[in-house]
Nanobody, 115 residues
């Protein structure tokens, strides 16, 4: 059983930056694909960014050039650096781990933008 714990959310002004962190327990982190998703009020959860065990990344179009996902396999950590934040980035951000047919989710961290 993998546990994921996110941190780093908060209130930030439009144009600002935040760095989200996700700490993972267990032994499969380094072979798993890690991702960040978000869910805004009244909307479905959507993929923000993902990074494979080999470091290959993909991003949703609306965050390309603004957000960067990274991982530290030695620390079982995954990060999401968010720059040039916009009001529409307001959401709960969730960390995810996927490996084969197994997946695990964190409890989420709130990111709120003020205009």
């Amino acid at each position: 059983q993998v546990q994921l714990v996110e941190s780093g959310g908060g209130l930030v002004q439009a144009g600002g930056s935040l760095r989200l962190s996700c700490a993972a327990s267990g032994n499969i982190f380094r072979i798993a694909t890690m991702g960040w998703y978000r869910q805004a009020p009244g909307k479905q959860r959507e993929l923000v960014a993902a990074i494979t065990s080999s470091g290959r990344t993909n991003y949703a179009d609306y965050v390309k050039g603004r957000f960067t996902i990274s991982r530290d396999n030695a620390k079982n950590m995954v990060y999401l650096q968010m720059n040039s934040l916009k009001p529409e980035d307001t959401a709960v951000y969730y960390c995810s781990l996927k490996w084969g047919g197994y997946d695990s989710w964190g409890q989420g961290t709130q990111v709120t933008l003020s205009s």
